[in-house]
């Protein structure tokens, strides 16, 4: 399929549903602490997307997906499902949020920490944030697809961590994953020209150990293969002008 451009009806349309699923993380951080479920926090976030936002929880039933939101725990890289476990002290955990508002989506992912996390932990997730940003900075009209990988890559390299490559960021709009394939790694230069109007997330999950990964048998939940610490954040971004625009930026960055 094809690349889509936005028209400027559309970009309103995803700057609301991007602000709305960054308020989602906003939300849901001070819940994420020691003895929460996952399970809660999946309910707290769906009753605020439902009732507060009255906006749709994309991923409920989404290909069969059973929750409203991703809950990845520490080796846990992405699609987690909420369930009775409770988060310990020490964890590290990934929330991803996609809402449907007006028919548009908008999909972004942060990492939290319960209690202190070990060092590794930090830096791994330090350097995952890092390197999404620097992935982001190197969007603009003229640019690759591949400029993004590239620079992601290299930075999470050049800090002895490893990407995944099964999975990927997509371009986004009334469809939940559409064309094109943002991934995490590659060369400069390669890949489709950016061009002002599409929009596309940014997405990259970082190993502390191998780049490796296996589905557990729920058949969501992806975990490091080697049972390595694992991070990701997410933001969806619209190409303009001159530049990015950050559609799911919390209040907290400055990107
Ligand atoms: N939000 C995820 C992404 O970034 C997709 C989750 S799909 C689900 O693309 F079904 F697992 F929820
Ligand atoms: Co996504
Ligand atoms: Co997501």
Not at 119 to 147: C, F, Q, S, W
Not at 152 to 158: N, P, V
Not at 230 to 248: C, M, R
Request: net charge neutral.
């Amino acid at each position: 399929m094809k690349i889509t451009i936005k028209t400027p009806d559309e970009i309103k349309k995803m700057r609301v549903a991007g602000k709305l699923a960054a308020e989602v993380l906003e939300m849901i951080g001070q819940y994420v602490v020691p003895g929460v479920t996952t399970d809660e926090l999946d309910k707290i976030c769906h009753d605020y997307i439902v009732n507060v936002q009255k906006a749709i929880p994309a991923c409920l039933n989404y290909n069969g997906f059973p929750k409203s939101i991703c809950t990845s725990v520490n080796h846990q890289v992405c699609h987690g499902i909420p369930g009775p476990k409770k988060l310990k002290e020490g964890d590290i955990v990934n929330i991803d949020v996609t809402v449907i508002k007006d028919e548009y989506h908008g999909d972004t992912s942060k990492m939290f920490t319960v209690g202190k996390p070990s060092i590794l932990a930090e830096r791994l997730i330090r350097v995952t944030l890092e390197a999404m940003y620097l992935g982001i900075k190197e969007i603009k009209p003229g640019r690759h697809l591949g400029d993004i990988g590239a620079a992601i890559q290299t930075y999470a390299e050049a800090n002895r961590f490893t990407i995944v490559r099964e999975y990927c960021g997509h371009g986004i709009g009334k469809i939940f994953h559409e064309a094109p394939n943002v991934l995490h790694y590659g060369k400069p230069g390669t890949g489709e020209k950016i061009l002002p109007g599409m929009i596309f997330t940014v997405e990259p999950m970082v190993n502390a150990g191998q780049r490796f990964v296996k589905l557990l048998p729920d058949k969501w939940t992806v975990v490091t293969k080697d049972h390595s610490l694992s991070a990701q954040w997410e933001h969806t971004i619209l190409v303009t002008d001159d530049g990015y625009e950050v559609l799911t930026k919390r209040s907290e960055e400055t990107i």
